[in-house]
């Protein structure tokens, strides 16, 4: 259970959640794959998978890769598309009163349209994430996504972009994404990464090349997720790269983050976003914060704010 001392509340546009960890797009599935593990309902929100106008049965196999530091993955978006998800999917999440984010994927502007008008004025849902896919790296072509799923959406919706550190200034990507209407960013998505099989000499991926996941990129995601709230602190943002135990989730907090997702650590540990929830909670009442908001950029503090008695002597 979370530390009952410190408020874990966080927001995200219009809605309030209870705590600051989310599931990371991909890593759990449409919810009901980690509902044999925890309750769901308990997440700060659960971030679906991407979800695509049509039914798609993804890129050939293998789609994971173990590196040495992280995993490389290709799963070429396979779903069952927007009607299975709106008939099956997004019920069951409705029922259980899960907060839900829904990660969407276009490939043309009319399709991220119509995701949006369809799954952003649904019951239930209480965000969608933008997954830009091609776009992600052009601040114009992203921007033109961002206002048209703006447009499509429901107010009360928030709608969140996912942004890609492979750009020359993840800050331009952020205004651009802010200026198109996007009530929150996450940040980052897997940079993208090769691995190679020495006994078949071949690409061990099927989409030969994959998305990089997991500790190796938590240093760039928090690079991201500072430079971006420096430059645009009242954005709410949501950290994600890496995350796997509560002192991650407390450096993206300090860097800026309002907010962390959980996603390839839930792979092989289907329980760590409720496990990084308490181990944050703790970690945040030892420092003596009584809300989590309060640590959100605490590490930007100035050096003659120094030193903070009552928090650090605790
Ligand atoms: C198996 C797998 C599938 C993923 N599928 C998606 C997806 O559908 N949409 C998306 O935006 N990101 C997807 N991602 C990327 C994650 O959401 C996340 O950005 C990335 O894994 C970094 O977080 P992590 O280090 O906590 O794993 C996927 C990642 C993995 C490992």
Known sequence: MPDP?????TRLADATLANPVLTAAGCAGVGRELAPFFDVAELGALVTRSIQRDARSGLSTPRVAETASGLLSAVGQQGPGVDGFLATDLPWLAQRKV????????????????????????????????????????????????????????RGVAVLVKLTSEVASVVDGAAAAAEAGADGLVLIGGPRGLSIDPATMRPRLGGVVGGLSGPAIKPIALRCV???????????????GGVRTGADALEFLLAGATAV?????????PSAP???????????????????????????????????????QR
């Open 5 to 9: 001392t410190v408020d874990l509340t």
């Open 99 to 154: 907060r839900t984010v829904v990660s969407i994927a276009g490939t043309t502007l009319e399709e991220y349209a119509e995701l949006a008008r369809r799954i952003g004025n649904s019951p239930g849902v209480s965000g969608l994430e933008v997954n830009l896919l091609e776009v992600a790296a052009d601040p114009y072509q992203l921007g033109k996504v961002v206002r048209v799923v703006r447009r499509e959406t429901a």
């Open 226 to 240: 500072w430079q971006v709230h420096a430059a645009m602190p009242g954005m709410p943002l949501v950290g994600v």
């Open 261 to 269: 997702q959980v996603g390839s650590a839930i792979l092989h540990d």
């Open 274 to 312: 409720l496990r990084v929830r308490d181990e944050l909670g703790d970690l945040l009442a030892a420092r003596g914060f009584d809300r989590a908001a309060d640590a959100v950029g605490y590490a930007h503090r100035k050096p003659d704010e120094e030193p903070h008695e009552e928090l650090v």
